[in-house]
């Protein structure tokens, strides 16, 4: 039995969407053109385009026309259709690997593939990044901001994925400038509990170590100063180091040459997360300053570093396979539910080890 005509106009124009001729967020023919191309009538390619509609391939926006939706992909099998973009600044280092595997272990169980790049945390990387992904034909992109707290010339990019109605998350930071949805730790209130927990142990003279050129390090800051203006004490601007991801080991030296000549007279640093307060520690041991008999040492995220036996850090919660577990899940509610997304902060709290001197008690 042949095909009713209105079918066989369905399926090509299905067929060109699926061989990326139509890509998602694509502004399609209007009716009248399509009428035009086949030769039919206007009621037959109604048909056609509601049927189309109806599958989830198309959508209708009144006043606008019809665009290539993605709704199709939660209902298609074919994985090599259901690709969500992942562009990270590190893949191996750090956190990273753990957020990686939250996102990639979730992707996997709702049979959508995973497409994964990094920036480095630098502009040009990120920008060819974008460029890879728009070319992918992604359904869905995951990212996590490069150089957050300065200006980004590749900006630009994330509206042609709007435009194409592929839905976007920020993860760990955000681009302010972008109103765009994100999920992250509490940034503030992971700087603010280093820095309490630090003044409930009696320091006083708290150094901060953090990075400006990512908004994190920016956040974590906000909560340090916080916790000093809760307990109506004052801060000290020399006490404040800020590095950025080139000066990032000369900031380092910087620091432990000051403790380790006493030209800084603390009792205590905040480290803007726990690679660089492992950094530090393993210098300052080289002057044979001990931790935290001479010097006390709270970092953030909880890494694996945090955990290793010789360091024993008191740190900061950072559920980072958790985070990418969540974001896997709302990218994909996003697609195939066409939930707005929202931007959400994770809980965070003290993770009490040994390289904090209680001054209280002394």
């Given at each position: ?13 299905k067929?060109k ?10 502004l399609?023919p ?57 562009i990270?600044?590190y893949l ?23 497409i994964l ?10 920008k ?6 728009l ?10 901001p ?14 042609l ?8 998350l920020m993860?760990?930071?955000?681009y ?15 700087g603010?509990l ?6 409930d ?17 920016k ?5 340090y ?31 432990v ?9 603390i ?8 690679e ?16 935290p ?16 036996k010789?360091l024993?850090?008191?740190t900061?919660?950072?559920?980072q ?25 994770i809980?965070?709290?003290i993770?009490?080890?040994?390289s904090?001197?209680?001054?209280k008690n002394?």
């Amino acid at each position: 039995m042949d095909k009713p005509k209105y079918q066989i106009v369905a399926d090509e124009i299905k067929e060109k969407i699926i061989n990326k001729n139509y890509h998602i967020g694509m502004l399609l023919p209007t009716e009248k053109q399509f009428q035009d191309r086949y030769n039919l009538s206007r009621y037959t390619i109604r048909q056609a385009m509601d049927l189309l509609v109806s599958e989830g391939y198309i959508k209708k926006k009144k006043g606008s026309g019809s665009y290539v939706s993605n709704k199709y992909l939660s209902s298609n099998k074919d994985k090599s259709l259901k690709k969500i973009g992942v562009i990270v600044t590190y893949l191996s280092e750090y956190i990273f690997p753990n957020i990686i595997r939250g996102i990639e272990k979730e992707l996997k169980k709702q049979g959508y593939s995973l497409i994964l790049a990094s920036t480095n945390n630098n502009h040009e990387d990120e920008k060819q990044c974008l460029e890879m992904m728009l070319n992918q034909g992604v359904s869905g992109l995951i990212v996590e901001p490069t150089k957050s707290n300065v200006y980004n010339p590749n900006l630009s990019y994330y509206p042609l994925f709007k435009q194409r109605d592929i839905p976007i998350l920020m993860i760990n930071a955000n681009y302010e400038e972008l109103n765009l949805p994100y999920i992250a730790i509490d940034d503030v209130k992971s700087g603010y509990l280093a820095t309490q927990y630090l003044i409930d142990q009696g320091h006083e003279k708290i150094a901060l170590i953090t990075k400006i050129d990512d908004n994190q390090g920016k956040l974590r800051m906000k909560g340090y100063f916080n916790a000093f203006e809760q307990n109506d004490k004052l801060f000290k601007g020399e006490y404040i180091y800020t590095y950025n991801t080139e000066s990032r080991q000369k900031v380092i030296e910087q620091i432990v040459e000051h403790i380790s000549n006493n030209n800084i007279n603390i009792s205590a640093l905040v480290c803007y997360n726990d690679e660089i307060a492992y950094d530090i520690i393993h210098q300052l041991w080289q002057y044979n300053i001990k931790i935290p008999q001479d010097i006390s040492i709270v970092g953030e995220d909880n890494s694996i570093l945090s955990r290793l036996k010789e360091l024993n850090l008191t740190t900061t919660a950072h559920p980072q396979e958790l985070l990418g577990t969540k974001a896997a899940n709302l990218i994909i509610e996003a697609i195939e539910k066409e939930n707005v997304l929202k931007s959400e902060l994770i809980d965070t709290y003290i993770i009490e080890r040994s390289s904090v001197k209680d001054l209280k008690n002394i």
